[in-house]
């Protein structure tokens, strides 16, 4: 079931919690781009990298994330 609403909900409040989790940016990232919000994503996934390990999986995720928002053109 794709509940994107109901995922970045739950993310938020996983950031409420601690800020410093680069997964939850990637899920808001993720919700936000599923849901047409591009710049919000963007944004998202970028604030993501800056707390994540180079080179770990979140931020290789991430790296792919904001590629397919860059090809979207959204």
């Not at 998202?44 to 792919?64: E, H, M």
Request: net charge positive; proline share 4%.
């Amino acid at each position: 079931r794709e509940d994107y609403p109901g995922a970045l909900a739950y993310a938020e409040r996983a950031q409420r919690i601690d800020a410093r989790t680069p997964d939850i940016y990637l899920l808001m990232a993720s919700a936000q781009f599923a849901l047409y919000r591009t710049s919000v994503a963007e944004q998202l996934a970028r604030k993501g990298l800056a707390i994540s390990a180079s080179g770990s999986p979140v931020y290789r995720q991430l790296q792919d994330l904001l590629a397919r928002i860059a090809a979207s053109g959204r």
